[in-house]
């Protein structure tokens, strides 16, 4: 999975704290996508978003759920006061496009709620 | 609504034998698929896609059938080597739209030499 870069891949927060997953996606793309695999479960789309803008936040729980992709910099996803129930893994993918361009993923964040 | 369905939660095949993973889906707007494979603790390795104005597509070992009618997709892969036990996703898009993909709930393949 070289190329779409995740960070940190492993994070632990107490329950009310805030995690902040980085994505650096592979050169040359400009569309993100974020992901969410809860354990025994498929990737669920969370967000999709281009330079400076979300195009699709469907996915994205409406409370405690941000998501950005500045001008400049990662894309950053950001969940507010966790809880036990945020525990997953965090996929961030990328394409150079829109339209049938396969997506290409990072290796992902596992999330720990103490 | 699991639009896309994996109902086969495992597979196993032998080393150089044919494995086929199946793939079927609700959604008739869906006109863009993809194969991932999946190790442990990494992330999905993107593997072949096809759109829906085909019906077969091939690479190297890997090959993928759309039946629109039926909505199913199938991913062979000849031959088999042990290094292809993974979990393997289908997933399907609605291209020109969001282009979020619509994950199944995966088959784990398991190669025996």
């Known amino acids: 999975n070289a190329g779409v870069m995740q960070n940190p891949r492993h994070l632990v927060r107490r329950r009310g704290q805030e995690a902040r997953l980085r994505c650096s996606p592979m050169?040359?793309?400009?569309?993100v996508y974020w992901y969410r695999q809860l354990p025994e479960e498929g990737l669920k789309f969370m967000v999709y978003?281009?330079?400076?803008?979300?195009?699709?936040e469907s996915g994205m729980p409406k409370e405690r759920f941000s998501a950005e992709f500045p001008k400049e910099g990662p894309s950053i996803l950001r969940i507010q006061q966790v809880v036990r129930g945020d525990s997953a893994a965090y996929f961030c993918a990328s394409s150079p496009a829109a339209g049938d361009q396969p997506q290409h993923f990072g290796d992902g964040t596992r999330l720990s709620i103490l | 609504d699991q639009q896309v369905k994996q109902n086969s939660p495992s597979l196993s095949v032998q080393e150089g034998r044919i494995s086929i993973l199946n793939c079927d889906y609700t959604?008739?707007?869906?006109?863009?698929f993809l194969w991932y494979k999946k190790y442990p603790a990494e992330g999905p390795t993107f593997l072949i896609s096809i759109s829906s104005i085909k019906d077969k597509n091939e690479d190297g070992r890997f090959t993928v059938f759309l039946n629109k009618s039926a909505k199913h997709l199938s991913l062979h892969i000849v031959p088999s080597q042990p290094g292809d036990s993974a979990v393997y996703f289908c997933a399907a898009s609605v291209t020109g739209a969001t282009n979020k993909l619509i994950f199944g709930t995966g088959t784990l393949l398991a190669v025996q030499p």
């Open positions: 050169k040359g793309h400009s569309h």
């Open positions: 959604n008739s707007m869906f006109d863009y």
């Open positions: 978003l281009q330079k400076e803008n979300i195009i699709d």
